[in-house]
């Protein structure tokens, strides 16, 4: 007779017992693989934007990213037009946008609030970053009849707190590259968020010749380099950055504190999880065996003493501790790629996150080797809590075994 | 010939606590091979032990076994479990057969823990089953089966390996007579056909009678 089989019939032999026990490995399995599956998504959600908010690459001048600038635009790009040309001519490159960083004041005349702001190609910032800076009110074109008029963006927050609208005239107040102060009139053509409360309260975007008036300075801070796909990251972050020693530079994840710290937290939650889970499903299961061990007991001896050897009984029950984990896996397979299947037509929306003010999508992703990770996982831990619940009765006087009711 | 069972001076307590039961007071004891030989005795006497010694699933105390002239009173469990394996039968008084398991399988598990091609462990039990007459029950569960055909599989699955001994302890206590009568008669053509010795424990006096030799067990003492 075949020893699998004799594992399944054992299995059977207290139907309702096993079900349980398999259903628990079930509901575990499922609950590992759409939590795991959860924190890939989010993880690959934080990655698009993380390389969406600061392009795939970004290049700054020596120092720019070790040190704090001392005046603004202390470090500087000048020659930002010839490399902007020169990783244009490379494949992979889709676009290089130019970044000014600059902060001061900005005022309606009544009030003035701090600001950080961002000289960019706004229009092209809006596209490359799509759903991450989304346009409230307003667009990124002039007002007609103000074409002369520099113009600016401003995070809601900021506006509502401005009291502004397209439309609106105000003045930006910033600090020189030489220590003086500047003032430049604008207006407002738009509202943006970035789904970032804290930027948007202080968020101005202008373009870059405006921000380069107000700093009085030929220089940007960044250029960020946008590639097809974010995958496509390390190997282009490899060989610019070993082809252009004059510059720095810096792949999104060295930028994204935010994707690091989620991470960070999620694997621990997620671990802490999937080790309760594990916990359970092998206390069922090592439950259920001992059971089956202990009923079965006299058996065991009537085995024993025709000369089958304690690894084998224990072998017995591993089998069927692995089947167990088996039938439990594959249905909670099942189960998981039903809701990777279902919830984007469920359409759940999550809760901001901390710091955020918008929700994102509840939804899991699939990962093969994830899946076949986790569904290995559960049948060794079944077979192991069968070895578990198993080895010492193999080893228990036959006599006793024997003469056990 | 060798003697299949040869006891010399076999002694075995039990512990229980601080108490120190004795069940077996220096036991002599020749079984020829391929006799069938019954040990009598009252109720504790040590029949029990005495078989489990001899079917190497309990140890002694003191005194030396030589199962078919081979020195077995100093061997580790593993040891003794492949010896029991390859040499020694067992029919129990409640049969303990497998419940998952159909009759076929029952017999054929002694010859699955040896490494024998599957069509002879094929032959060997459609062979065996033959010969205690349930050929046709093969498929059958043991609960889908009779007291005595069960223990008639238990006779199979105890000879199918052709053991140098079969242990029996009280095989035919949970019988009717009539059904005792053909167990034991069973139990006897197939020993002698398989060459296997058989050593039987019992009370039944009924039984005794188709022995070959019938010792009487008292407190640990053979007479
Ligand atoms: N596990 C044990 N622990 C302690 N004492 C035991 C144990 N097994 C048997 N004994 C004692 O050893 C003696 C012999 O017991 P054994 O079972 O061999 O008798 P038996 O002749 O087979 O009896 P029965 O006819 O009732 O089966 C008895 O006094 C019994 O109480
Ligand atoms: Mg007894």
Redesign the interface.
Known sequence: ?NAWL?AW??VL?NRRRSLVTILIATVGCAAVLIASGFALYTYAALRDGAAKEFGNVTVGAPGYFDRDEETPMQFGMADYRALTARLMRDKRVRRVLPRVALSGLISNGDKSVIFMGLGADVAAEAEVRGPFLEIKEGSTRPIAGHEDLPRVLLGTDLAKSLDAHSGTGLTLLGTTTSGGINAIDVMVVGIVSTGWRDIDKRLVYTDVPTAQRLLMSDRISTLSIYLGSVDATPAAFAQLSAADPAHSYKPWWEQSFYYHSVRAIYNRIFGLLGLIIATLVFFSVANTLSMAVVERT??IG????????PQ?IVAQFVREGALIGVVGAAAGTLLALFVVLALPHAGFEMPPPPGRSVGYPLLVNFSLPLYLAVDAGIVALCAVAAWFASRKASRR???EA?AHV | MTAAIALRGIVKHYRMGDEDVPALKGIDLDVPAGAFVAVRGPSGSGKSTLLNVCGLIDSFDAGSYLLAGEDVGGLDETARTLIRRQKIGFVFQSYNLVPVMSVRDNVEYPLLLGQMAPAERRARVDEILGQVGLAGLAGRRPDQLSGGQRQRVAIARALVKSPTLVIADEPTANLDTATAQQVVDLMKALGARHGATFLIATHDERMTEHCDEVRALTDGVLA
Request: net charge positive.
């Open positions: 007779m004799l019939r054992n032999r006299r058996e009537t085995l024993r003493a025709l000369g089958a050897l084998e006087s036959i006599v024997l």
